[in-house]
């Protein structure tokens, strides 16, 4: 048998020779000095190389450059070992990340190295036969047919727990996509167009099925070229015996039916499955109308169904498409017979239209009337509509910009439980300028340290004596002045920014930490608040690392307040989350405990420090019976626990004496301090300092 091809890579001429006298006896031992002259030596040879031995310092193209480059080439495929003198974790997976097949650790151990090196190759060749054995059985399986309908496909075993992927996927998505667990969504991300990845977890959360079902979704998959397509994703769940056997998930490319049909429906002016106008033909008859009817208002109303996709999972997408049919007919019925009326299906469930409006009773019975019409759709479900009105007095803005109004009233509806009508009026205009201002300007307010932590103190109520802060961002606008996190944090979440934000914030607290440290003013813990949103980022806890060790904090200083989320899906990344803070030597607070998210359910797989209790989050004032009794018991409980109590929120003597007799010592509130700014909570400390004296 031919002698394999061993590739070594290192800038040091004596470590090639090393490498080269080591393994001579097993390989032929090509030479690179660095990773650009290693992509040319494995292109001079065709890929013909079995194993590539990388140094990963090397002069401008080192180790990280080769690994980043060969992905992008033919010969992504070929092992790589990492010659490393790094052995720490981090390190480790960083480079395993990063592509790498495995990692011997310089320096070598002649013997050792040489066995492992052979010892990887052979894992690497086995599986590499188990996969193509696979393959082929796969390929009776599911025939030749998927090929030519491009589609590939994955297969779930609900008793053996693995996943298979059809080894052809790489023909079609992007060759990540083999890290996907879809039973963890956070694996998707970048993968899954992001709009598309809440649609793809809701159907994938398979919850109690009893019998075989099978599910449609279209959504956009990353490809190899770097850019999203369409993918029709077809899931069949087996059910032998009452128990899941087998999900078996079919991935069918559909871009070019969805660019079709997308060029149809511009085209054409018929919603494709109402038969009733689409938004294209009402948004351009309805500017016609507006605009030679100058002297007129319009009621543009914007509705949707509510628990739509609820009633999609409960009855059937084919149930639910019959309701969309039946609201179109009801619309049309309605609306037709007004003169200078418009109106059309936007998109799903939601519908549009428009109409001259001449008072508030007027419209309300049509929509009563609407309302009315839909009940009478025979379901064992109530349909209930939610409706978004923007009344136009003139045509100052577009149609487009109409709906969207209507669009902000109709999202106020859901925050509502009374009402399921609302209109765009001055609170929500000026909410929208804010909304406009805030995500216009965040990203230059960082670059400008605009934002500003405002830190409030946490006392022992037993002394008064300060114990530590909780870091609160105060956004401090040239203009508007001091912005509360209250409107701008809940933004941030929605649009991603408050990863960044809180990244920014964790740093901004360890300089201070830093400083206060360098001028021998005693330091006590701070803590920060960590967004459910940040959870979605995938280096989360490396990164806090980072941070915090740029300024040599003890990890003790600086304490992270989690809230549990109200999405089960996340939980068990902050089980993770938590899990590493810890064994980092962080202190982890549950925020908000009590508030209805967390709960004393959620502690059995949430194992933190301490539990932040909102005193406002109680029925109403301590004077109340009931409130102290669950007080009471929630501190005696986390005693018994062994966990620390902080209440936060706390006004009034009164809450403090209460607190103190039921044994709970630590308190943040208004009554002992409001959050301040960095300079005054440094007086503050002092202060505390010059008593003890
Ligand atoms: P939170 O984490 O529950 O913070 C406590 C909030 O209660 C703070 O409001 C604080 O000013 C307020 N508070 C403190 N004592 C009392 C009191 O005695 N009575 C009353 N009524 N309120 C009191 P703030 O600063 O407006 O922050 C609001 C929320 O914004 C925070 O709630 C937190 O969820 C979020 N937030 C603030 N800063 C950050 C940040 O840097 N990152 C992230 N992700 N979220 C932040
Ligand atoms: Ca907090
Ligand atoms: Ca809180």
Redesign the pocket.
Same mark, same amino acid.
């Given at each position: 048998m031919d002698k394999r091809t061993l590739l070594a890579v290192d800038d040091a001429e004596i470590n090639r020779k090393i490498l080269s006298k080591l393994f001579s006896n097993d390989f032929d031992v090509l030479e690179a000095c660095d990773g650009k002259e290693a992509l040319d030596v494995i292109n001079e040879h065709d890929g013909n190389i079995d194993i590539i031995v990388l140094d990963i310092i090397m002069p401008e193209y080192d180790g990280f450059y080769f690994l980043e480059k060969i992905k992008e080439t033919e010969f992504a495929s070929i092992p790589v070992v990492i010659a490393t003198t790094d052995n720490s974790p981090e390190a480790e997976n960083r480079l395993l990340d990063l592509g790498a097949t495995d990692l011997i650790y310089k320096p070598f151990n002649p013997q050792n190295a040489v066995k492992k090196v052979n010892a990887i190759l052979a894992r690497y060749e086995a599986e590499n036969q188990r996969i193509k054995s696979t393959a082929s059985s796969l390929e009776d399986r599911h025939s030749i047919v998927m090929r030519q309908t491009n589609t590939f496909s994955a297969e779930y075993n609900f008793l053996t727990g693995k996943t298979f992927i059809d080894p052809e996927y790489s023909n079609y998505v992007h060759r990540d996509f083999c890290n996907i667990d879809i039973f963890d969504p956070t694996t998707m991300i970048g993968l899954i167009y992001r709009p598309d990845l809440d649609a793809v977890i809701s159907f994938l959360n398979l919850g109690d099925i009893h019998e075989t079902i099978q599910k449609y979704i279209n959504i956009r998959i990353l490809t190899d070229n770097n850019i999203y397509e369409w993918f029709r994703l077809a899931l069949t769940i087996h059910i032998e015996n009452g128990i899941k056997t087998r999900a078996i998930l079919t991935f069918n490319n559909i871009n070019n039916e969805m660019e079709a049909i997308k060029k149809l429906e511009i085209f054409s002016s018929i919603d494709r499955l109402t038969k009733i106008p689409n938004r294209n033909t009402f948004v351009e008859k309805t500017q016609t109308i507006i605009e030679a009817n100058p002297e007129t208002k319009f009621a543009i109303v914007r509705f949707d169904i509510e628990s739509f996709k609820i009633i999609n999972q409960l009855f059937g997408t084919s149930e639910g498409d019959s309701i969309l049919k039946f609201i179109a007919v009801k619309l049309q019925e309605i609306i037709e017979p007004i003169k200078n009326g418009t109106y059309c299906r936007i998109t799903s469930d939601l519908f549009a239209f428009s109409i001259p409006y001449e008072s508030e009773e007027l419209l309300n019975s049509i929509i009563d009337t609407l309302v009315a019409a839909v009940k009478m759709y025979p379901l064992n479900f109530d349909i209930t509509l939610s409706f978004g009105i923007y009344i136009a007095e003139n045509s100052e803005y577009s149609v487009r910009h109409m709906l969207d109004r209507a669009g902000v009233a109709q999202k106020a509806t859901k925050n509502n439980y009374k009402s399921h009508v609302s209109y765009f009026d001055e609170a929500l205009r000026e909410q929208e300028e804010i909304e406009i201002t805030i995500v216009s300007e965040m990203k230059r307010a960082l670059e400008n340290g605009e934002?500003k !932590?405002?830190l409030?103190p946490k006392v022992d109520m037993r002394t008064g004596e300060i114990i530590g802060s909780? #870091?609160? /961002? =105060?956004w401090v606008h040239p203009e508007k002045g001091l912005i509360?996190? =209250?409107s701008f944090?809940p933004i %941030?979440?929605n649009n991603g920014f408050?990863t960044e934000?809180?990244y920014y914030?964790f740093a901004t607290v360890s300089k201070q930490l830093d400083k206060w440290r360098s001028e021998g003013i005693p330091i006590l813990p701070v803590s /920060?608040? /960590?967004?459910r #949103?940040?959870l979605y980022d995938p280096n989360l806890f490396p990164n806090i690392v980072k941070i915090v060790d740029t300024y040599n904090i003890p990890h003790e200083f600086i304490e992270f307040?989690l809230?549990e989320s109200s999405f089960i899906s996340d939980n068990h990344k902050l089980v993770e989350l938590t899990y590493n803070l810890q064994k980092g030597g962080f202190h982890v607070l549950m925020?908000?405990f009590g508030s209805g998210y967390s709960s004393l359910n959620s502690l059995k797989d949430i194992k933190v420090d301490v539990l932040?209790i909102? !005193?406002?989050f109680l029925p109403t004032s301590t004077s109340d019976e009931r409130a102290g009794k669950i007080l009471t018991s929630v501190v005696s409980m986390a005693n018994a626990l062994d966990l620390k109590v902080v209440v936060?929120? /706390?006004?009034t003597r009164d809450q403090a004496d209460f607190l103190i007799s039921i044994g709970a010592y630590e308190a943040?509130?208004?009554? %002992?301090? =409001?959050?301040m700014p960095v300079e005054e909570y440094e007086v503050a400390l002092k202060k505390q300092l010059e008593a003890k004296k």
């Open positions: 934002f !932590i405002y409030q909780e #870091a609160l /961002v =105060r509360s996190p =209250r944090i %941030f979440e408050i934000l809180d914030i /920060v608040n /960590v967004s #949103a940040d307040e809230t925020d908000d932040k909102d !005193i406002n936060e929120g /706390v006004e943040q509130g208004y009554y %002992f301090f =409001r959050p």
